[in-house]
């Protein structure tokens, strides 16, 4: 395996940056601001006091409750003060701007292929993913996404056990304008015929919009045994609207750590909305150029998704 530390650090560097990028540009909230309001609502409640004490001679007795109760208000104040204000200042408090979206998948393709290698025949594979909306770590407002993606296929070394795979992956991203950057970790874990295999794979990704086409670059650190070490892609997409089907096309570049092995692949799927929440999607891709077994490839499937 061919490992560059200078493009882990890069990766290591880049989540680093997004960080502080986005920590620069969410204006931060002078933390001593909100004392001196409530120090200064607090004589108000005082000076009402005088008022109460003027209506009391009447009932005499009665003002000494009014006295204690006067007392209360300001009371309040500090505590108002302690509570709030750490709160807002806390690194770990997080407030979510939108619901939950959460969308399951299940589909079935003719071959396996990941990033121009062929894995196999017949992928069977189910997903489910959380997404959603909120502000935490000081950095304002998220993006935010968990998913788990099982997939499995018969094959491999042993074709009676199959090659199952589960990953795991946790993303945050955040728009600066125009441009999206993307922090996120994938988990790979092997089981049956790919038992053992571990691979933690931190990325890092910018997308725009450019003349109706959305643009993506990325960077994985793909620590893998069998391959080299990252992978760097660049990838467009359209999305046209059919008389009620979604078109989605997209087209992508890959290379394995060197722009001498390019692969170049194309994907179309149309969406048929089954229902509000169900959505049938059968799709066609194609891969070529310099793919892991030198031929070109080609994949037929279909996927069904239902979002909550």
Request: no cysteine.
């Amino acid at each position: 395996m061919k490992h560059n530390p200078l493009i882990k650090y890069a990766v290591l560097s880049g989540l680093a940056l997004f960080a502080w990028l986005a920590f620069a540009a969410e204006p931060q909230d002078d933390p001593a601001a909100p004392a001196p309001v409530e120090e200064e609502a607090a004589p108000a409640e005082e000076e009402a006091a005088p008022a109460e004490e003027e209506a009391a001679p009447a009932e005499e007795k009665a003002a000494p409750a009014e006295e204690e109760a006067a007392p209360t208000p300001s009371a309040k104040a500090p505590i108002a003060t302690t509570e709030v204000a750490p709160s807002a200042k806390s690194p770990l408090n997080f407030a979510p701007s939108s619901a939950l979206a959460i969308e399951i998948g299940v589909g079935y393709s003719t071959e396996d292929v990941f990033r121009g290698i062929n894995r196999g025949d017949d992928l069977f594979e189910a997903s489910i993913g959380v997404s959603g909306n909120g502000s935490t770590l000081g950095l304002g407002d998220l993006d935010l996404s968990a998913g788990l993606h099982l997939l499995t296929r018969a094959g491999g070394s042993d074709t009676s056990g199959g090659a199952h795979e589960l990953r795991l992956n946790l993303e945050a991203s955040k728009s600066f304008g125009a441009l999206d950057l993307a922090a996120g970790v994938t988990n790979y874990s092997g089981f049956g015929d790919w038992s053992g295999m571990e691979i933690l794979e931190p990325y890092i990704a910018l997308s725009t919009e450019l003349a109706g086409l959305s643009i993506g670059i990325g960077a994985y650190d793909n620590d893998d045994e069998w391959s080299e070490d990252p992978y760097l892609e660049i990838s467009a997409g359209k999305a046209i609207d059919l008389a009620g089907l979604g078109l989605d096309v997209q087209g992508v570049i890959g290379t394995w750590d060197t722009f001498d092995n390019i692969h170049y692949g194309l994907s179309v799927g149309v969406a048929i909305a089954a229902s509000e929440s169900i959505t049938v999607t059968p799709h066609v891709s194609a891969v070529f150029g310099d793919t892991a077994s030198g031929d070109n490839e080609f994949t037929t499937g279909i996927n069904l998704g239902f979002v909550f």
